[in-house]
T-cell receptor, first 112, second 113 residues
Framework: EAGVAQSPRYKIIEKRQSVAFWCNPISGHATLYWYQQILGQGPKLLIQFQNNGVVDDSQLPKDRFSAERLKGVDSTLKIQPAKLEDSAVYLC??????????FGPGTRLLVL | RKEVEQDPGPFNVPEGATVAFNCTYSNSASQSFFWYRQDCRKEPKLLMSVYSSGNEDGRFTAQLNRASQYISLLIRDSKLSDSATYLCVVNELSGGSQGNLIFGKGTKLSVKP
């Protein structure tokens, strides 16, 4: 079974620039998550989708972050404009029926 | 938002040692509990779920104490390959079918020869 795919794997940008990350979940998984993991911390949930609807985006900094999952399959997460403190690994995870979440390899973002 | 607390370590142990990690959570309504393992520069992967009755998977034993809001992970006969960060995870169920996973900061384990 193919895992969660993410791209790009690495991204370096300057502050105030924009960046977008892409995630393709495991086939058939209705739930998709975006997490932010800052070095030395555990992953923090940014947004949860159930199919193409948002279930929880309470921790998403909506002034600069946006995410969509228009067709209920793959998803994009955008940061516009980026700040230095956005440097982190952005993890996408998906889940089927039940509670196990499977994570993608992540996108490492460095904001200079 | 409720928190999950872990000792960050690092725990430096020799091969063959037994090591225990502890975790506390603040939301008494939490429904399910997990340990994830994260290798350096890799994504987290589910190690095991934690059940009220306690559960064991080979050298790994997980325990849950709901009254004290405390979770533990015991690793026996540790191997070099056990070196990783162990994340304590609590599921706070919400309206979605999956709930929200709240991660601790992780406990780093380094097993030395």
């Amino acid at each position: 079974e193919a895992g969660v795919a993410q791209s790009p794997r690495y991204k370096i940008i300057e502050k105030r620039q924009s960046v977008a990350f892409w995630c393709n979940p495991i086939s058939g998984h209705a739930t998709l998550y975006w997490y932010q993991q800052i070095l030395g911390q555990g992953p923090k949930l940014l947004i949860q989708f159930q199919n193409n609807g948002v279930v929880d985006d309470s921790q998403l900094p909506k002034d600069r972050f946006s995410a969509e999952r228009l067709k209920g399959v793959d998803s994009t997460l955008k940061i516009q404009p980026a700040k230095l403190e956005d440097s982190a690994v952005y993890l996408c995870a998906s889940g089927g029926w039940g509670e196990t979440q499977y994570f993608g390899p992540g996108t490492r973002l460095l904001v200079l | 938002r409720k928190e999950v607390e872990q000792d960050p370590g690092p725990f430096n142990v020799p091969e063959g040692a037994t090591v225990a990690f502890n975790c506390t959570y603040s939301n008494s309504a939490s429904q399910s509990f997990f340990w994830y393992r994260q290798d350096c520069r890799k994504e987290p992967k589910l190690l095991m779920s934690v059940y009220s009755s306690g559960n064991e998977d080979g050298r790994f034993t997980a325990q849950l104490n709901r009254a004290s809001q405390y979770i533990s992970l015991l690793i026996r006969d540790s191997k070099l390959s056990d070196s990783a960060t162990y994340l304590c995870v609590v599921n706070e169920l919400s309206g979605g079918s999956q709930g929200n996973l709240i991660f601790g900061k992780g406990t780093k384990l380094s097993v030395k020869p």
